[in-house]
């Protein structure tokens, strides 16, 4: 459930978050389609990367000289139903939006198209770039790497970066099925709103240099910066719940990621040069567009699709258990509360909006005044 915290509505943070972009140098453009990146996965209810990521990954990278403001993207090949692009550690979303639209465009005249991108840098919720396809009538399909948190199925080391393995489907329900997650349990950013608001973390998420799992959020979230601590794969520590599952699919999205376009992998993402100072993020990320019009028509997926999820949510439940989701369906009803009814805004959240717009002078008010102190909780509804 969401805690209980003031809201502001979509438009307003959308719009202080272009500003933001622009002051740190970002083109009006580009701006734009970050700003709309991060706010969609705010109104999804996404919270670990919208607004909240603005700063710490974004204008700070910024003004650290590891993120470029201004993206170049450059066409590296480009045959047939493939192509490769290098974004110049230029902003992740700008070169996402570019690939995708690509694959696209490929998949209209060809039936399939997959385009795999060097050079990049995070580029927010990777649920956003599959539902560029499914509004296009396509199935879409995305994964990034990243850098190293999950630790590979008997080790402590983390290795793999979380991965996600992304699909968008149409389907005749007003929102497409979305399978948008991690290859690991949970995910650095989930784990920064369990900080914001003050709780521990549930067991099983991250596993510590003795192979214990750790709760401990605030130094988990330290020492996953230095190697003492790592994420686990989905399924968990070890092979009993089958780890191995989640730590093969990061694996596979690892290799995807880097092996397509001949860039970085692994320990080579981890934003640091040899002598330990700060570097970009040289990520990786592919995009496949597949268009069912080139099999047994758009219509048909779209009914059958949906008559899948239909079923599955009809399906016997447990005992306790209200109801029954399919992918995406969570985040659209997030989508329509938010859109009505604005974004909640925790008070670390607070805080840091305020400093941004202190940093940039802004011309933005906020409904919530002064934040709550540094060491305030936010209880849960």
């Not at 699919?249 to 092996?259: D, F, G, H, R, T």
């Amino acid at each position: 459930m969401e805690p209980r915290h003031p809201r502001i509505d979509c438009a307003t943070l959308e719009h202080f978050m272009r500003a933001a972009l622009i002051a740190a140098g970002v083109p009006r453009d580009d701006a734009a389609v970050v700003a709309d990146v991060l706010i969609e996965s705010d109104k999804r209810g996404i919270d670990s990367h919208g607004i909240g990521r603005l700063k710490p990954i974004y204008l700070d990278r910024i003004e650290a000289g590891i993120l470029n403001p201004v993206t170049t993207v450059e066409v590296v090949k480009d045959q047939m139903t493939a192509a490769v692009l290098d974004g110049h550690n230029g902003m992740g979303h700008v070169t996402g939006v570019r690939a995708m639209q690509l694959a696209i465009e490929k998949a209209r005249t060809f039936g399939m198209g997959m385009v795999a991108v060097r050079n990049s840098t995070h580029y927010g919720i990777a649920g956003y770039y599959v539902t560029m396809a499914t509004a296009a009538g396509m199935i879409g399909l995305t994964g990034t790497n990243a850098r190293p948190s999950i630790a590979p199925t008997g080790g402590v080391e983390n290795m793999l970066g979380t991965n996600p393995l992304t699909w968008g489907l149409p389907t005749d329900e007003p929102f497409p099925f979305v399978l948008d997650c991690a290859t690991s349990v949970t995910q650095r950013g989930k784990i920064e709103v369990y900080e914001r608001a003050g709780l521990p973390l549930p067991v099983g998420w991250v596993i510590g240099a003795d192979g214990r799992a750790r709760t401990d959020t605030a130094q988990v979230l330290k020492d996953l910066g230095t190697g003492g601590a790592a994420l686990t794969p989905l399924g968990g520590i070890g092979e009993e719940t089958a780890g191995y599952k989640g730590y093969g699919y990061a694996a596979v999205v690892e290799i995807l990621s880097a092996a397509l376009q001949d860039g970085a992998w692994m320990k080579a993402l981890d934003g640091r040069t040899a002598d330990g100072q700060p570097a970009p993020y040289p990520l990786g990320h592919f995009f496949v567009a597949v268009n069912p019009a080139f099999f047994m028509g758009l219509e048909t997926f779209r009914r059958i699709a949906g008559g899948i999820c239909r079923e599955l949510r009809a399906s016997r439940r447990m005992p306790g258990w209200e109801r029954i989701y399919t992918a995406g369906e969570k985040e659209w009803e997030a989508r329509q509360d938010r859109l009505a009814n604005g974004c909640p805004v925790p008070p670390a959240l607070q805080r840091v909006l305020l400093q941004i717009r202190d940093r940039y002078a802004l011309p933005f008010e906020f409904a919530f005044g002064e934040p709550l102190p540094e060491n305030s909780a936010s209880p849960p509804d």
